[in-house]
C-alpha cells in the first residue's frame, strides 16, 4: 500500500509539472494576429486607439497605414501624403494620432476621429525620425539614428517643433517613458545599449546612466506596463524579453519571426501584446501579466 501511494504521489507530480511546463510554452510563445505578408517589410509603429482598434504602417505598400480590427482584419486606414513614409505610431490621451515621417523628417497628426494628416512638427537636419515615445502630459521623444554611421539623435517634440535632447549617440531607435512619466529608456541597435534617463517637470532629461546592455543580436521597439516593467524587441533574435525596473529579465516571449520591430499593448484588458514582424509582413501575438500604460 505506501509502495502504491508513493507510484501515485510520483505521478501526480509528474503529471503536474507537465501541466505546468505546458502551461509555460503556451504563455512564453506567440500566436499570429494577422496573416502574413499583409504588410510590407516596413512594418513598424504599431499602437492602438481608445476603440481597440490597432495600427501599423505600410499595409500593402509604403506610405501607408493599416488598421486592424479586433479579429485581426486589415483595411486601408490612409495613405500619406507628399511622399511620407511612416515608421512609429502613438496616440495621445485625447486619442490624436502621432506618425514619425523619416522620409519628410516630420512628426505628422491625424485628429481624432479625422483622417486629414497635418505636420506637427519638422526638422530638416534630422536624420529620420524613427521611433515616438509620448509622456503623460503629452510630450513626445523621437530617436534619430544614423544607419550607415552607427550614430543617433535624441529629440523633444512639441508643436514648437524639436529640440535636441542629445547628439552622439549611437544608433538610436527604441525609445519609452515610464508610467509615472519619470524616466525616459532609448536604445541604441547597433551597440545593444538600453540607456536611461530623469525626465524632469519641463519635459528635460538628465542623469544618463545605462540600464541595460545585450551581449548579442540587435534592439528595436519598447513598451512599458503599468507596472514599470520594459518590453524589449529583439531583432533577429525572434524574442521579446521584459526587463523589470531593477534592469533583470524577468520573461522572454519567443516569436514565430526573427525581425520583430515594435510592440504595443492593447486588447480589453490592456494586457494583450501586439508584435509587428518585419520578416513576415504580420503580427503576432500574446499575452502581458499586467496592462500596458493606462495613458497609452
Not at 520594459?230 to 522572454?252: Q, S, T, W
Not at 510592440?263 to 500574446?286: H, M, N, S
Request: hydrophobic share 35%; with cysteine; proline share 3%.
Amino acid at each position: 500500500m505506501k509502495h502504491f501511494l508513493m507510484r501515485i504521489s510520483k505521478t501526480f507530480i509528474f503529471f503536474s509539472f507537465s501541466l505546468l511546463l505546458i502551461s509555460c510554452e503556451k504563455q512564453d510563445k506567440s500566436t499570429d494576429f494577422t496573416a502574413e505578408h499583409l504588410f510590407t517589410a516596413g512594418i513598424e509603429g504599431p499602437a492602438v486607439d481608445r476603440n481597440n482598434n490597432l495600427y501599423a504602417v505600410n499595409f500593402e505598400s509604403e506610405g501607408t497605414i493599416g488598421i486592424v480590427d479586433t479579429q485581426g482584419e486589415v483595411s486601408l486606414f490612409i495613405r500619406l501624403p507628399n511622399g511620407s513614409v511612416g515608421n512609429g505610431i502613438r496616440f495621445d490621451k485625447e486619442d490624436n494620432m502621432f506618425i514619425a515621417d523619416y522620409v519628410n523628417h516630420n512628426v505628422l497628426m491625424v485628429s481624432k476621429g479625422g483622417k486629414e494628416v497635418s505636420v506637427y512638427a519638422h526638422h530638416a537636419d534630422l536624420n529620420q525620425p524613427n521611433d515616438l515615445a509620448i509622456a503623460p502630459d503629452g510630450t513626445l521623444y523621437a530617436s534619430d539614428p544614423n544607419w550607415a554611421e552607427s550614430s543617433g539623435k535624441l529629440w523633444k517634440v512639441t508643436a514648437n517643433g524639436f529640440e535636441l535632447m542629445e547628439a552622439d549617440m549611437g544608433t538610436t531607435n527604441g525609445i519609452e517613458v515610464s508610467p509615472d512619466g519619470s524616466l525616459l529608456y532609448v536604445n541604441e541597435s547597433v551597440q545593444r545599449n538600453i540607456w536611461v534617463y530623469d525626465v524632469d517637470k519641463s519635459g528635460h532629461i538628465s542623469n544618463k546612466r545605462l540600464f541595460f546592455k545585450f551581449p548579442d543580436f540587435g534592439l528595436d521597439g519598447m513598451r512599458c506596463d503599468n507596472q514599470g516593467n520594459l518590453y524589449v524587441c529583439r531583432y533577429d533574435a525572434g524574442k521579446v524579453v521584459v526587463l523589470n525596473k531593477e534592469g533583470k529579465v524577468i520573461r522572454e516571449i519567443v516569436l514565430k519571426g526573427k525581425k520583430p520591430t515594435n510592440i504595443a499593448f492593447g486588447g480589453p484588458d490592456g494586457k494583450k501584446c501586439f508584435v509587428t514582424l518585419q520578416d513576415r509582413g504580420c503580427f503576432e501575438t500574446f499575452q502581458a501579466s499586467d496592462s500596458g500604460r493606462n495613458f497609452e
